[in-house]
């Protein structure tokens, strides 16, 4: 009776195919159903949403610098980050009801307060922020009522931090993977980028005043790469469409000018052009930081490779402990 090819290969033959045949199994690739990703992207406008996350962690942090310089007798500067904090918060609550379509649905969330909610808090600090910080403006600005603009200001840097950080954690309480693994640092890079554009906002008053505005620029650069770069290592391959693509693009010249705005101030210190130019860097980089966060995890959620590998690992690694 002959034997068919079906029967086990000799030791010739796998001699043979360790020799650099082609494995009969193809690489795997990752797909779903209909050729669809596996979690659905958000569907957030990057205009909206980028401007959303970029104003808002401007105008907390402008809200602090306004009320340390109206502490410390810096007149210029006060007027400069209140307009910021105020002009900052208004755009930022303008992108956040663009992308909700209807005032009300703002008005909706209001309703109640969920403290385990990343949205729900930040509406409620980005609600009372906003005219909190306008009529802290309108009086840096006009010179009357200073002692409620005194409360107001205070008032608004009391929830700036807020207002610069939240943003982070509402995003990582996603499901998109670049967004969620990246949740330990997230919210202190935001917060860094916040005080980096505010500080960068700063620079544009006379330099003897802008040194408060100085100092927080270029500390809030260095930990904006620094925890970046902390975020990128721990999370291994979902931090991919980070450094690759558009997102990849933005992320890379936001380094650039946060590395070259830092420099500048610091260079530039007594002359209030090269120190304003290097505040336009700063403003600009925390704006690209944000779209390309944002623009990253678009990415990882509309490739399916991002949630399977990592959830696999989850299971391997469960397995490997519970053995």
Partial sequence: ??????DAPTGR?????????????????????????ILNPPVWA???VGGYLFFGGLAGASAVIAAGAR???RPR???????????????????????LGRPDRFLNMLRVLKPTSPMSVGTWVLGPFVPLAAVAAASSLTGRFRGLGRLAGTSAAV???AVSAYTGALIANTAVPA???????????????????????????????????RVLAVAGA????????????????TAEPYGTGPAGRLIKTGTALSVAGALGAVLGRRSRLASAASGAALLAASLCTRLGIFRGGVASAEDPKYTVIPQRERLRAAAEEES
């Avoid at 009776?1 to 079906?6: I, P, W």
């Fill in 1 to 6: 009776m002959s034997h068919h090819s079906t």
């Fill in 13 to 37: 033959t796998r001699r043979r195919r360790r020799g650099g045949e082609q494995p009969m199994v193809p690489r795997a690739e990752f797909g779903s159903y209909y050729g669809k990703p």
């Fill in 46 to 48: 990057a205009a909206d």
């Fill in 71 to 73: 502490l410390t007798q």
């Fill in 77 to 99: 500067l006060a007027r400069i980050s209140s307009a910021g904090a105020a002009g900052a918060g208004l755009l930022s609550f303008a992108a956040l009801i663009h992308d």
């Fill in 159 to 161: 929830l700036g931090p």
């Fill in 179 to 213: 967004w969620h693994d990246a949740h330990r640092e997230l919210p202190f890079v935001f917060t860094a980028s916040s005080a980096a554009a505010a500080g960068g906002l700063g620079l544009f008053a006379p330099t003897t005043e802008s040194a408060p505005a």
């Fill in 222 to 237: 260095g930990c904006e790469v620094l925890a970046f770069e902390q975020m990128r290592h721990r999370m291994g391959l």
